[in-house]
């Protein structure tokens, strides 16, 4: 690593982030132990290394894990500007990005541009370490989250992005020939910017839980009607004898079984995404939709219902909204003995608890939730006498960005609007910071989108 603003004098974009360096900007930070949001004024990030770029903020999101920071129990004991999700514009950019850049490096360090409009996933890759080339940004070694100590966040009007050619995505390049690896679909270009903006990590999130869960090899058999091993196809290449010893399933078993766990806006995102993916796959499916919150299932409850007939997949398709208690009532009528998967999206003990307890044996527990240090709450041995795997972790979510954004173009009618039957609840100016990360954590809000301008 250089030290701090090393080149930044000799590229030809500095004169922009000199001028604003004595300059302020309005924030909204958190202070410890917990509950303690405060808007404040603090100087303008600048260019510290030339892989960093500076991005003037247009929205910004309020996403469900700044609520762990916000309630005390992230560990974090620093104040830190709030916020991980964040669309905008370029304003300064470090000198690694030219037209000269090497052919090794990402390929945005040749292409970027001061008054380019970008959008950030919520964490910081390099693009050229081992875990980034196999797909894995999200253990980066150099992986930075936004809205940390260790990361400056974006609820503020500006935002200082490191190795930000490996990190960033460019909507400036929707011209491109559909065969440059920084093309985007034209199509982005008629989204209002709070759409875009679920590309940041919400909307990835949700399609990558789904992902751990259905493509997993258990759930193989459904997919393929052929019993495992044998499911797995060319996974297993020539280990296994020619020939499948039993039949193959009939249509009634395969019907697959998933429950949500969790109904916050990640939760909504999950549910679009898996009958996105089953109705394309052409599987039968019955989903149970879980959350203790009214006004969240009943969010949930309008968004199917807005959605056109052929995105809910088959007519003898099920999805049900469900309370807790109601849940184990449901799955039970369902005649076996859980679900094939449960895709827990809340990131709490309970949570766990009740995704583990709706499972059949040999299902998938598929987890996005962002888990903090109390105790797994159930042992080997549980897990080991149902064979149930386990799938946890942090989204990739620059790697599985392209993906996402099919799903958002798929579903423009309910991702790309505002309002009761869309993912985002409302869009509020930064000063409602204190007040809306209130309403948020008590369930009155859903997703909020941040003007830090207005």
Same mark, same amino acid.
């Given at each position: ?29 958190? =202070? ?76 945005? =360090? ?47 009007? =500006? ?35 709070? /759409?875009?903006?679920?590309? /940041? ?114 007519? /003898? ?136 301008? /207005?």
């Amino acid at each position: 690593m250089e030290s701090p603003h090393s080149h930044s004098h000799s590229h030809p974009h500095s004169q922009s982030q000199s001028k604003s360096q004595s300059q302020s900007q309005f924030v909204c930070r958190w =202070y410890p132990p917990a509950f303690d949001i405060r808007l404040e004024s603090v100087p303008i990030p600048t260019i510290q290394h030339p892989d960093d770029a500076i991005i003037k903020i247009k929205f910004a999101g309020l996403c469900g894990s700044d609520l762990h920071v916000y309630r005390g129990h992230e560990d974090v004991n620093e104040t830190h500007i709030c916020g991980h999700e964040f669309i905008g514009h370029v304003v300064a950019l470090g000198s690694s990005f030219h037209s000269g850049s090497p052919p090794s490096r990402p390929v945005l =360090y040749s292409y970027l541009k001061v008054g380019d409009k970008v959008i950030s996933p919520f964490t910081v890759s390099c693009g050229e370490c081992e875990y980034c080339r196999l797909g894995f940004t999200a253990r980066c070694i150099s992986s930075l989250l936004f809205g940390s100590p260790t990361l400056q966040g974006c609820q503020a009007q =500006y935002v200082r992005v490191p190795l930000a050619g490996g990190t960033l995505f460019s909507l400036s390049t929707l011209s491109l020939p559909l065969d440059h690896p920084l093309s985007l679909p034209q199509e982005l270009s008629s989204l209002p910017d709070p /759409a875009l903006l679920l590309l /940041a990590d919400i909307l990835p999130t949700g399609l990558f839980v789904v992902l751990q869960a259905c493509t997993h090899p258990k759930l193989a058999p459904i997919f393929t009607g052929i019993p495992w091993p044998h499911s797995l196809g060319h996974l297993t290449r020539d280990v296994l004898l020619k020939g499948c010893t039993l039949p193959f399933l009939s249509a009634a078993e395969r019907i697959l079984d998933v429950a949500i766990v969790g109904l916050g806006p990640v939760g909504l995102c999950a549910t679009l995404a898996l009958l996105d993916y089953l109705t394309r796959a052409d599987v039968r499916y019955r989903i149970v939709a879980v959350d203790p919150n009214g006004s969240r299932r009943a969010k949930m409850q309008k968004i199917y219902d807005a959605l056109p007939e052929d995105a809910k997949g088959k007519s /003898a398709d099920e999805f049900i909204v469900s309370d807790i208690p109601d849940v184990p009532k449901v799955v039970q009528a369902w005649g076996r003995r859980g679900c094939h998967a449960v895709l827990e999206v809340v990131g709490t003990p309970s949570a766990l608890t009740l995704s583990v307890s709706l499972l059949a044996p040999s299902g998938v527990l598929s987890s996005c939730g962002v888990h903090q240090s109390p105790q797994i709450p159930f042992t080997g041995r549980e897990l080991y006498d149902r064979n149930v795997s386990l799938e946890f972790g942090r989204c990739s979510a620059h790697s599985i960005f392209a993906a996402a954004v099919g799903l958002l173009l798929r579903r423009r009618d309910v991702l790309g609007a505002i309002g009761e039957c869309s993912i985002i609840d409302r869009v509020i100016p930064l000063r409602d910071a204190v007040k809306a990360y209130e309403a948020f954590e008590k369930g009155v809000y859903g997703k909020v989108v941040f003007d830090p301008w /207005a």
